[in-house]
């Protein structure tokens, strides 16, 4: 029988996700530093608090958004990084809940995006959602996310990442 954690794999790369299986945060970081090249990692404010030690494993190369201008200071940052809520397997998307603007920002502004959901939070349907966002209490903005932004808005043909990142990665922690 095929688990949650690979049907989700299966979905989210016929969404043209990559999806990476890691053990722990310090290669989160190593996946964000290698994508990024030359350029800066923004992290979602809600996981610098949660995880602080990134900041330190990103180093230089870390980026948090302004609070005043939080769309300004990292709009077009070649990696950012957030936390998903949870990863659902049936449409290999994820639920980003945010609870201010400057995680909104890292999430849709950011060229190349990684999206960390725990292994045990990978469920097989969007069953789940509803009581995912009941746990989230009254969240800013909640999304449910399939691979990179695309639209066809253009004389019909398909564009990957005007409306967001041109690249998602999803890692499947633990």
Known sequence: MTSAVETFRARAEEAQSSVHALAGWPEVAALA??????????????LARAQPALLAWL?????????????ASVADAAVGIVRGALAVAETGSVLLIEPDLADRCVSMLSRALIQV??????VESLDAVPGALAE??????ASL?????R???????LTIGV???HAVHVVVLG
């Open 33 to 46: 530093i290698a994508l990024a090249g030359d350029g800066r990692v923004a992290l979602a404010p809600s």
């Open 163 to 165: 409306q967001g990142p």
């Open 145 to 149: 996310t399939t691979g990179p932004s």
């Open 117 to 122: 959901v725990e292994r045990g939070r990978v």
């Open 136 to 141: 989230a209490g009254q969240p800013a903005y």
């Open 59 to 71: 180093g230089a190369r870390a980026l948090l958004p302004d609070a005043a201008a939080p769309a």
């Open 151 to 157: 639209t066809a808005d253009i004389e019909r043909s």
